[in-house]
């Protein structure tokens, strides 16, 4: 039965519950529209319910086919709520209320990570906003650098920032913010059915989103090398043009996770410890992101030899 006929029995229908409806909107069972006629708006009505009746469920089977996935409800990303004050008392976060030394330092950090990726025209498959933070062995601050880095970047008036645990091993980031473990950016990789949306946090940080690692994975280095981890971070990179990510990793020198993502980001800052770092590890670790174009580096726990901002801000 094609859509008019629909119509015709649905008119018919109206008539006998006794719905007074126009002559010319009453048909026979047949196509009898004349050329040049408009039908009446209870004739527009009952041919729109039939061709909804007849072509959504055709709609929603070509959509399904099209994305190889069953017909969902995207969910609202969860939010949390971080504990600014612990975190500020444990050293974890600089002076976020107030101005301070350390604070600054941050701000001149994150100056030349800004330029770079604002800056225009942007090509296509540039992953500038893409900024991993890293360190050639473990305990050289560099989570505690990517915590700070992406706090200081989501001040910034015309920026958001979401800042990922990739440290899939250790799951760094999510114990220091004093969170608990959940599904993440592995899980997203590992089941088609959930998206980026189900697993990303919102914080009470202005601007700030955070991404877990997810679930433990021993494959988590082909994960992370994988077409679908490519897809993603071009997303990540190209979705939003006013959003920077800020992966922390895991360390270059002990790890294959790190030297997969520092191949497809767009910068690198590599956390050093002043006075710990051997310099021929250190070489090795910089030749491990030597393909990468844009690479910085942070020293990191120095001895303070410059001027104090604290004392000029009060």
């Known amino acids: 039965m094609n859509i008019i006929e629909l119509a015709t029995q649905r008119l018919q229908e109206l008539s006998q519950t006794g719905v007074e409806m126009p002559p010319s909107a009453v048909g026979t069972g047949k196509s009898e529209q004349r050329i040049g006629t408009i039908p009446t708006s209870s004739h527009q009505t009952a041919i729109r319910q039939a061709a909804h009746h007849e072509s959504e469920p055709a709609r929603l089977r070509a959509a399904d086919a099209a994305d190889g996935k069953s017909h969902r409800i995207s969910r609202q990303s969860e939010t949390v709520t971080l504990d600014i004050e612990r975190l500020e008392q444990a050293g974890v976060l600089v002076a976020t209320r107030s101005r301070s030394t350390m604070a600054e330092e941050f701000r001149h950090i994150k100056r030349p990570l800004l330029a770079n990726a604002r800056k225009l025209p942007r090509t296509a498959g540039d992953r500038s906003p893409l900024i991993m933070v890293t360190s050639a062995l473990p305990g050289e601050g560099k989570t505690f650098c990517s915590i700070n880095l992406a706090v200081s970047l989501a001040i910034e008036v015309d920026m958001s920032v979401l800042l990922v645990d990739a440290d899939v091993v250790r799951c760094s980031l999510m114990r220091t913010l004093g969170l608990q473990p959940r599904k993440g950016l592995l899980d997203v990789l590992t089941d088609s059915t959930l998206d980026l949306s189900d697993v990303l946090l919102k914080t009470n940080v202005p601007k700030l989103s955070v991404l877990p690692a997810g679930t433990g994975n021993v494959r988590s280095t082909e994960l992370l090398a994988s077409d679908a981890m490519d897809q993603l971070l071009g997303e990540l990179a190209s979705r939003y043009p006013d959003r920077l990510v800020v992966f922390d990793t895991t360390p270059l020198l002990l790890t294959s996770e790190a030297k997969v993502l520092a191949s497809r980001m767009g910068q690198v800052v590599v956390v ?24 910085m580096s942070i020293l990191n726990k120095g001895r303070k030899t410059g001027p104090d901002y604290g004392s000029y801000y009060g």
């Not at 050093?272 to 690479?295: G, R």
């Open 272 to 295: 050093v410890e002043e006075s710990k770092t051997p310099y021929p590890l250190l070489e090795q670790a910089f030749a491990a992101v030597e393909d990468c174009l844009v690479v």
